[in-house]
């Protein structure tokens, strides 16, 4: 038996290996389980982003909901970005939204996320819940069950999600503005699922790697520099590009670059977006961001008047504020590129967060470089970069048990001055300089982050701790 188990954002694993049409089936009863134990004439909302094996996923999933006597809502148009599952989800008053995605994950994995009914990541008690229920064994089979048969019973409804996420876009942002502005756009799908959406909103914007190829070229397609340089090359070469923007395999994640081509970190587009929301269109509410996001959120949550929280590492627990109105969440953002807007709905969007950026830059004719520059003379300047070290297992926890005994006072000439560990180990030298140690909750990976005013000094602060930490 496969023991199952959800990270910070889902169940992923390798397909064929692990991530097999039995597991998802097996996942997917104690979802059936769940639902009808916590809803009256439950319903959910399913879809598959652009990798391997996604629509077979797809019917895998429905056809034990089905078995089961839950409603199933889908696409039957291909892939949808998870955004636009969660929107549906909401949108169709579903008790629950299932995506089949393993996100920025390599293309040798697929993965199952949960939706809450209120449009954004199921809240951790109600996964742990799920969790403990599935099945040792898929004993359904599942070749007896007709998908077509259950469309007759009125148990599966075919839905256009992209086109209802579109009509939501055009009623929200001026997207005339943006198209006919003075400013040269690109987009990166990385070969995801926010290439189709993006054709249809600003179809004469220059394009990269939006066709299909489920193996996304060999690249994990997340949205960071490193698996950007193509993209990065493209900008900085085009002389009649402003910006771009990148996002990953299920396009709920940001990445963005300068008129330069160089990038641009989610930590300075969550603090543009604040500065924009709250300078130029007047709004308010708190501030939600995850433990490896720089404090320098919490410094212009201080010159605005906002209320800043900081939360464990994982957006269902930003979610989980932003669901509840009461709570009244301006933006809940994380390091990794998911950011949320209370002009939405509560889930990370980077096609969202995107068309905000370039919605004020339109609006205010101003460079991304000088918006940028706005934002400085309030926090002043700053450089991040996340260093994934690839190391077995044993090495890494004895590297995170010498951080939970605090055996780490000096990283290189840098010494440390404060820790905190509300979700990995937060080492701070000054005001300006810092850096974490965190184990992935998605990849295999040991985290070390890093954050100082130039990002030379980054790099040398993140070389010190892997000779400090042995990696």
């Not at 220059?206 to 090359?233: T, Y």
């Not at 771009?244 to 994640?253: H, M, N, S």
């Not at 940001?254 to 604040?274: A, M, P, Q, R, W």
């Not at 009244?328 to 509560?346: H, R």
């Amino acid at each position: 038996m496969t023991k199952i188990k959800f990270g910070t954002d889902g169940w992923r694993a390798i397909i064929a290996e692990d991530y097999t049409v039995d597991n998802v089936a097996r996942v997917t009863s104690a979802v059936a389980i769940w639902l009808k134990k916590n809803f009256q004439n439950p319903s959910v909302v399913i879809g598959h982003d652009c990798r391997f094996g996604g629509k077979m996923f797809l019917e895998t999933t429905a056809k034990i909901l089905v078995h089961s006597g839950i409603k199933v809502i889908y696409s039957d148009k291909g892939f949808v970005s998870t955004p636009m599952v969660s929107y549906g989800t909401i949108e169709l008053k579903a008790s629950l939204g299932i995506v089949i995605t393993a996100s920025h994950n390599p293309p040798a994995y697929n993965g199952y996320k949960l939706k809450g009914h209120f449009g954004g990541p199921l809240l951790p008690a109600q996964v742990d819940e799920i969790e403990q229920i599935i099945p040792a064994e898929n004993n359904i089979n599942l070749n007896q069950i007709s998908l077509n048969e259950a469309k007759n019973n009125g148990l599966i409804q075919i839905v256009d999600l992209e086109e209802m996420y579109i009509q939501k876009v055009r009623d929200t942002f001026d997207l005339d503005l943006i198209a006919n502005s003075k400013f040269g756009w690109a987009y990166d799908a990385m070969y995801g699922a926010g290439q189709g959406v993006m054709k249809k909103l600003l179809p004469s914007i220059e394009f990269l790697h939006c066709d299909n190829n489920p193996s996304f070229n060999g690249q994990a397609p997340e949205p960071i520099d490193k698996n950007l340089r193509e993209f990065a090359d493209l900008i900085h070469l085009n002389h009649n590009l402003d910006c771009g923007l990148a996002t990953d395999g299920d396009a709920d994640r940001i990445g963005l670059y300068n008129s330069k081509g160089e990038f641009v970190d989610s930590h300075h587009i969550i603090l543009l977006t604040i500065h924009y929301l709250v300078k130029y269109k007047g709004m308010s509410g708190k501030v939600v961001t995850g433990f490896s996001s720089t404090p320098r959120i919490k410094k212009l949550c201080e010159h605005y008047g906002l209320e800043h929280i900081e939360v464990k590492i994982g957006f269902k627990y930003i979610a989980g504020l932003m669901a509840d109105p009461a709570n009244d969440i301006l933006l809940g953002g994380e390091e990794s590129g998911g950011i949320a807007l209370k002009t939405f709905i509560p889930e990370r969007d980077g096609v969202w967060m995107g068309l905000t950026i370039w919605e004020f830059m339109a609006k205010t004719g101003k460079s991304l470089e000088d918006l940028i520059e706005e934002v400085y003379e309030i926090v002043g300047p700053f450089a991040f970069e996340r260093n994934d070290l690839h190391i077995d297992e044993q090495l890494k926890h004895s590297i995170i048990e010498k951080c939970k005994s605090d055996s780490f006072h000096l990283f290189g000439k840098y010494k440390v001055k404060k820790v905190e560990d509300l979700d990995g180990f937060k080492y701070t030298f000054d005001d300006d300089r810092w850096v974490m140690i965190r184990p992935s909750g998605t990849e295999p990976v040991l985290r070390t982050y890093a954050e100082a005013p130039t990002l030379d000094e980054v790099r040398v602060i993140l070389e010190a701790c892997k000779l400090t930490i042995g990696a």
